[in-house]
């Protein structure tokens, strides 16, 4: 799937000058746009050629588009639920706005009914301080004492086994690994792990395959739009993927990380949803070229993928979901990894989805 015209023009959308194409241009920009869930991007094009012609089909596809952007955080723990609903609509990644439910919360009540809210609110204004280059090393000691403090034997992953018993829609929810995306931003979604996996299954046929991944996403976005890319569909069986974006926010966001993966795990889990979580690709930061480094700023000795990788297993084994161990398949020397990486760095080739997709079999029953 690639169109470099369309691709361009859809990238030119973001200096928001609509004479810079026709409508009928704009608008074939924000199709392809939304076909690989580019989601800002159709929506600046969709805008531009509103502009340009006046039409009640483009008038819907811009409200539709802005309704998938900034509908968000639908789904919260119940105690802190009213608190949020003042402002998911208006500034949600606001770091002072996660900072007021947190001390309110902390006001109210530290029991186990309130915990999960408490939790969350943690980790909601974690992921938004770092992201606003705020300091948040106050935040993460205050968060530490509400933490499950044991950590779980990770030998006992290997009894958590994968059941496709009754499974007749899986969604995939992730970052440009799980989306399929490869050099010159171009997405190959036959080449991902899990569509690999899906042909490989007796039942293939059977089974509904929905990728709802994002380019460039990481467990924030899997947070503020699980009705969208979740709950929406009704599937039987999720498989997440995140970290390889999540880890240039650096280490300071690895609680909150912790916090908002293990919310999303319980919370699908409740609606009666089977998971897989697929650990996160190990990555070269070093070989990332200057001007695509999502955080300049971080030092690559802290981008290492382990941390990270440790963290979903724990998730996985206090919360008794099976877990694809990623990092295991790849090379550990990083000149013998890049022959899996078609950008050199993190976007696996079909070679290295070939690797994520060992992992997954692995842990099937």
């Not at 948040?136 to 403090?149: D, G, S, T």
């Amino acid at each position: 799937m690639q169109d470099l015209k369309l691709t361009e023009l859809m990238f030119k959308s973001l200096k928001q000058d609509s004479n810079l194409a026709t409508a009928e241009d704009w608008e074939a920009a924000g199709d392809y746009a939304e076909l690989i869930r580019f989601f800002p991007h159709a929506f600046n094009c969709y805008r531009n050629a509103l502009e340009l012609s006046k039409t009640e089909n483009l008038a819907k596809k811009v409200d539709e588009t802005l309704e998938k952007l900034t509908n968000v955080l639908q789904f919260v723990p119940k105690n802190c639920k009213d608190m949020v609903e003042e402002f998911r609509f208006n500034n949600p990644l606001d770091p002072s706005e996660w900072l007021k439910v947190i001390n309110e919360l902390l006001k109210t009540s530290t029991d186990e009914s309130n915990i999960e809210a408490i939790r969350f609110a943690f980790g909601m204004g974690i992921y938004c301080a770092v992201r606003s280059g705020l300091d948040v090393v106050p935040m993460n000691k205050n968060l530490i004492p509400f933490l499950e403090a044991q950590e779980e034997d990770e030998s006992q992953l290997k009894f958590n086994k994968l059941s496709l018993e009754g499974v007749k829609k899986i969604v995939t929810i992730g970052d440009n690994v799980t989306l399929g995306l490869q050099n010159n931003w171009e997405i190959k979604e036959e080449e991902t792990f899990h569509q690999l996996w899906k042909n490989s299954l007796n039942n293939a046929n059977e089974i509904e395959f929905v990728n709802n991944a994002i380019s460039g996403a990481g467990i924030l976005d899997a947070v503020l739009y699980v009705g969208r890319d979740v709950i929406l569909h009704k599937p039987d069986l999720v498989i997440l993927n995140y970290g390889i974006n999540d880890v240039w926010l650096g280490p300071d966001a690895l609680l909150g990380f912790e916090v908002l993966l293990e919310y999303m795990v319980k919370f699908l889990k409740l609606n009666g949803i089977k998971l897989l979580l697929v650990g996160p690709v190990p990555h070269i930061p070093n070989a990332c070229p200057e001007q695509q480094k999502p955080n300049a700023s971080v030092n690559i000795k802290d981008l290492e993928m382990e941390p990270w990788n440790k963290i979903c297993k724990q998730v996985a084994l206090r919360n008794k979901v099976p877990f694809a161990d990623t990092c295991s398949k790849f090379p550990l020397v990083e000149e013998q990894r890049t022959k899996y990486l078609a950008n050199g760095f993190n976007q696996p080739n079909r070679d290295g989805h070939m690797l994520i997709k060992s992992a997954i079999e692995e842990v099937l029953a």
